[in-house]
């Protein structure tokens, strides 16, 4: 693991050696490009949480990723992520991410994190029956789509926040 949290590291062309490198955090860095990670195959979880991202080209052929830590980003395009079948955790919170459709064939996504972003659409989602925990505060998105999206899984546990001011709305899944 290499932790270059809360650093002044910028540069990453040095880590695109550590090929067998699993875990990267890189959190609260001005970091923005991601090109030297692009190599490292062996990568399962990479935080990004508070960087100047925005581009994730280099990060579609990192098929190990399982965990990938996007929050406060300036991520907005997610079609780079359509190929990471192994994802089981992503966070977007606060990012500009808006189109979901490129998550839909990520099936073994367990946790997601859309608080703060500009989705209105769920429908991506339906089919992500291993999807137990989605977190959508401050979303655009409406009841109605909420309540299709718990009929489509049941199991997962949606929680949304409609305003600062709203109480907490907590949709569980049954009792066993």
Same mark, same amino acid.
């Given at each position: 693991?290499? *932790? ?11 880590? &695109? #050696? ?8 890189? *959190?609260?860095?001005?970091?923005? *490009? ?14 990004? *949480?508070? !960087? ?6 280099? +990060? ?6 399982? !965990?990938?830590? /996007?929050?406060?980003?300036?991520? @907005?395009?997610?079609?780079?992520? &359509? #190929? ?12 500009? %991410? ?6 839909? #064939? ?5 946790? /997601? ?6 989705? @209105?659409?769920?429908?991506?989602? &339906? #089919?992500?029956?291993?999807?137990? @925990? ?6 655009? %998105?409406?009841?109605?789509? %909420? ?5 489509? +899984? ?11 001011? !709203? !109480?907490?709305? +907590? ?6």
């Amino acid at each position: 693991m290499v *932790d270059l949290g809360n650093t002044q590291v910028s540069d990453l062309s040095p880590l &695109a #050696e550590l090929k067998s490198l699993r875990q990267l955090v890189i *959190d609260n860095t001005p970091v923005s *490009d991601l090109s030297p990670l692009a190599e490292l195959k062996n990568l399962n979880t990479l935080s990004l *949480d508070n !960087t100047q991202v925005s581009d994730l080209s280099p +990060l579609a052929e990192l098929k190990s990723l399982r !965990t990938l830590v /996007l929050r406060n980003t300036q991520v @907005s395009d997610l079609s780079s992520l &359509a #190929e990471l079948k192994k994802l089981v955790r992503l966070d977007l919170g606060h990012t500009q %991410v808006s189109d979901l459709s490129p998550l839909a #064939e990520l099936k073994k996504l367990v946790r /997601l994190d859309l608080g703060h972003t500009q989705v @209105s659409d769920l429908s991506p989602l &339906a #089919e992500l029956k291993n999807l137990k @925990s989605l977190t959508l505060i401050l979303t655009q %998105v409406n009841d109605e789509q %909420v309540r299709e999206l718990k009929q489509a +899984l049941p199991n997962c546990t949606i929680r949304r926040y409609r305003s600062l001011k !709203t !109480t907490h709305q +907590l949709f569980n899944p049954p009792a066993p």
